[in-house]
Structures are given as C-alpha cells and as structure tokens.
C-alpha cells in the first residue's frame, strides 16, 4: 500500500525555519511530481510548492522564502521554510502525483498532514 508520511511540523517564533520531509512508502514504479501544499484555518487548500523533474515553482507568497528538493534515490520531498511569518500557519500536505504500476496512469496521494505554526 502506497503511503506518504511527513515529518517536520511544529512551532516556530517568527523569522524562524522548519524543514519537512516526505517520504513515499510502498511497492510503487514511478513518482512523477511532488509538491507541498497547505490549509489554514477557514480558507481553502493551496499549492506552496511543487518539483517536477529539473522544474520547481512556488506560491508568490514564499518565493525566496521556500525551497523545495527531490532525494530520487530516497523517494523523498523536502520543504525548506525560511524567514517564517505568521501567515505560513497551516497544516503542510505532502501531495504526489505516483504511478503504481508501469503502462497506468499516475495518481494523486496525499499525505496526512504535519502542523506548522509561527508565532509573531
């Protein structure tokens, strides 16, 4: 069974950094892009940051901020926040974009999300 399981949540003062991770469990053929996305409380999910290949984009809101690498090898995501600001509070979801079984389509699987809050 296929599963993402994130790490690297937690509380941070303002100006602070966290770094999460993501690991993809399970017996898979291939994952294509990975990303990070959060959810605040009362607003609607959104994309912070995703990595395709040799490409990444991020959210205008943590361009220069955030930066988000791939271990292959490890089937790893990781989410490198700095400069955090109190409007980065959210729960962070790790999302992949996986194909199980080579000649399939890829699906999306998500993580079950880590908690980072930043206080001011």
């Known amino acids: 069974q296929v599963q993402l399981v994130e790490s690297g949540g937690g509380l941070v003062q303002a100006g602070g950094s966290l770094r999460l991770s993501c690991a993809v469990s399970?017996?898979?053929?291939?994952?294509?892009?990975m990303g990070w996305y959060r959810q605040a409380p009362g607003k609607q999910r959104e994309l912070v940051a995703a990595?395709?290949?040799?490409?990444?984009n991020y959210a205008d809101s943590v361009k220069g901020r955030f930066t988000i690498s791939r271990d292959n090898a490890r089937n790893t995501v990781f989410l490198q926040m700095n400069s955090l600001k109190p409007e980065d509070t959210a729960v962070y979801y790790c999302?992949?974009?996986?194909?199980?079984?080579?000649?399939?389509?890829?699906?999306?699987?998500w993580g079950q999300g880590t908690q980072v809050t930043v206080s001011s």
């Open positions: 999302n992949a974009d996986i194909q199980v079984v080579a000649g399939f389509p890829g699906y999306d699987y």
């Open positions: 399970g017996s898979i053929f291939s994952i294509n892009a």
């Open positions: 990595i395709s290949g040799g490409s990444t």
